[in-house]
């Protein structure tokens, strides 16, 4: 008679088990069965908040990272979703939201000397980084106009994406150069006239020698340095030698 009541019992736990089993797991799926949600659009959002709503929706979130740092967008903001909005899935989908790395990836500055300029830029640009001042330095040789001359940040140093540099850029400068003139032919004239000549050339006279001769006009002109013809910087002094005669 005990035996019979315990088996009774044990029965009736397991086949209330069974009701409890059929009504909380196998009827809810079978009645959910080909039910379907659209999963809504949390791009852009903060990720708690997209976490919330997509909870809302019968959904759940899985964070990721996105492979490449992306500058100016915050590591909290969902930048992609997958599946994407609008999609039909099943309720309690994981959807995954891809947010951007939170550490800054480190790179090597390369070395911009000799470089022209344009083509550091578009190096920096790849780089993320931000050019904030160019300097112009003067160079004669026409090698070196529109290079990098200098950088503020040495080559091979280690910096995070969006770091700062300036460059010094070298500028051709073109030589000045004084004009030339031509030494106006003196010889055989009077001091007096040879003077008037040499200023009139632009030039100067300065000392003025004198040789002896009984043969030669007195008081012209028998020499003159820089000779006649001869090109040389305006202003220069032009010295001549004159005849006297002896006394």
């Not at 032919?185 to 040879?194: F, I, M």
């Not at 000392?207 to 002896?212: I, P």
């Amino acid at each position: 008679m005990k035996k019979t009541a315990v088996w009774a019992g044990v029965v009736a736990v397991i086949t209330g088990a069974s009701v409890l089993f059929m009504d909380k797991v196998v009827m809810p799926g079978y009645t959910r069965h080909g039910e379907e949600v659209t999963v809504p659009d949390v791009e852009q959002m903060a990720y708690d908040e997209a976490a919330a709503t997509l909870a809302k929706a019968g959904l759940s979130a899985r964070k990721t990272y996105n492979v490449r740092y992306i500058r100016d967008v915050d590591s909290t903001t969902v930048i992609v979703q997958r599946p994407a909005a609008g999609s039909a899935v099943k309720p309690g989908r994981r959807v995954a939201l891809v947010v951007n790395k939170q550490e800054k990836p480190l790179f090597s500055v390369p070395d911009f000397y000799g470089k022209p300029l344009d083509e550091v830029r578009r190096t920096l640009q790849r780089f993320d980084m931000t050019l904030t001042e160019v300097q112009e330095q003067a160079v004669y040789d026409v090698g070196e106009d529109g290079r990098v001359l200098g950088q503020s940040v040495p080559p091979s140093t280690q910096v995070t994406y969006g770091a700062s540099i300036s460059l010094v850029v070298g500028r051709i400068q073109e030589q000045q150069q004084v004009a030339q003139v031509s030494v106006p032919n003196v010889l055989g004239l009077l001091l007096d006239d040879a003077r008037e000549e040499i200023l009139g050339a632009g030039l100067n006279t300065g000392n003025v020698m004198y040789e002896y001769s009984s043969l030669l006009v007195p008081n012209t002109v028998i020499n003159q340095k820089p000779a006649a013809n001869t090109l040389t910087d305006r202003g220069r002094v032009v010295e001549l030698t004159i005849v006297i005669t002896p006394d």
